[in-house]
T-cell receptor, first 109, second 113 residues
């Protein structure tokens, strides 16, 4: 079955720093790939997605590119804000989404 | 507004009692899911349903039960057989079960003492 590995957190950054959260996956075929974000005490929200190889998903300044050759979908943002502090989950599609353990991002001003 | 509702937000029960968590969606989605979230564990799939009157076990179904009598509703019962029921429970839905994006409810935090 599908599986996913995310970089361990927590990730602590200063405001306006560059962010990368690594995500690699194993999957049968070429599933859609997703990044979700969870703010404290809330459910998950879709942040961005990519449906095929070389697609770039983007939203709110975050980007991730579907890399079939390296089976990766790393999340990046050029300049983080305090409001980006949350837990981020990478998930390949399947019968049900398979979630990584999540990466906690903490941004300080 | 379309969305998924879960109630209540917080739930407290005594050990040995069954408890049912509510999940309702008005997105006209066929598929619905229940996940459990523990600190440092990510999300783990409990049950999912692709269509009314049908559901499948996920990775950690032991001690849980579900029903899917209506398209809009997918309640989860945490039975007394679940050894560690205290957790954050998340319900989700998707248009179909073919790997598309899921929409999540706000979650229910269950505490059993």
């Amino acid at each position: 079955g599908n599986s996913v590995t995310q970089m361990e957190g927590p990730v602590t950054l200063s405001e306006e720093a560059f962010l990368t959260i690594n995500c690699t996956y194993t999957a049968t075929g070429y599933p859609s790939l997703f990044w979700y974000v969870q703010y404290p005490g809330e459910g998950l929200q879709l942040l961005l997605k990519a449906t095929k190889a070389d697609d770039k998903g983007s939203n709110k300044g975050f980007e991730a590119t579907y890399r079939k050759e390296t089976t990766s979908f790393h999340l990046e943002k050029g300049s983080v804000q305090v409001s980006d502090s949350a837990v981020y989950f990478c998930a390949p599609g399947g019968t049900a989404l398979i979630f990584g353990k999540g990466t906690t991002l903490s941004v300080s001003s | 507004d379309g969305g998924i509702t879960q109630s209540p937000k917080y739930l407290f029960r005594k050990e040995g009692q069954n408890v049912t968590l509510s999940c309702e969606q008005n997105l006209n989605h066929d598929a619905m899911y229940w996940y459990r979230q523990d600190p440092g564990q990510g999300l783990r799939l409990i049950y999912y349903s692709q269509i009314v009157n049908d559901f499948q076990k996920g990775d950690i179904a032991e001690g849980y039960s579900v029903s899917r009598e209506k398209k809009e509703s997918f309640p989860l019962t945490v039975t007394s057989a679940q050894k560690n029921p205290t957790a954050f429970y998340l319900c989700a839905s998707s248009i179909s079960d073919v790997g598309g994006e899921q929409y999540f409810g706000p979650g229910t935090r269950l505490t059993v003492t």
